[in-house]
């Protein structure tokens, strides 16, 4: 069963950045495709960004778009979020999401807040 965990959240300046990283356990996640969601204070989860097994296939959200870059190490089991010209627009919870034929296992979501 793969179990993911954020960190790496917290308060930055407006403009400032952030790497948000996501540790998976109980599973390769080489093997899993991997998302990032933000959900804002009464607004819907959105989509981030996403990539492909192997990242060879990378997508972003049109409001992240050139200012966030999802990676993954999978030496270390983890896959990342780097997040700079940070914007108040991105507070949110930003969760981990990896999927694979059908099943999809989230983790528990990590606080980004950026004040103007």
């Known amino acids: 069963q793969l179990q993911l965990v954020e960190s790496g959240g917290g308060l930055v300046q407006s403009g400032g950045s952030l790497r948000l990283s996501c540790a998976a356990s109980g599973s390769s996640l080489d093997r899993y495709a991997v998302a990032w969601f933000r959900q804002a204070p009464g607004k819907e989860r959105e989509g981030v960004s996403c990539?492909?097994?192997?990242?060879?296939?990378?997508n972003y959200a049109d409001s992240v778009k050139g200012r966030f870059t999802i990676s993954r190490d999978n030496a270390k089991n983890t896959v990342y979020l780097q997040m700079s010209s940070l914007k108040p627009e991105d507070t949110a919870v930003y969760y981990c999401n990896a999927h694979i034929l059908g099943r999809v296992y989230w983790g528990q979501g990590t606080q980004v807040t950026v004040s103007s």
């Open positions: 990539a492909t097994t192997r990242s060879d296939v990378t």
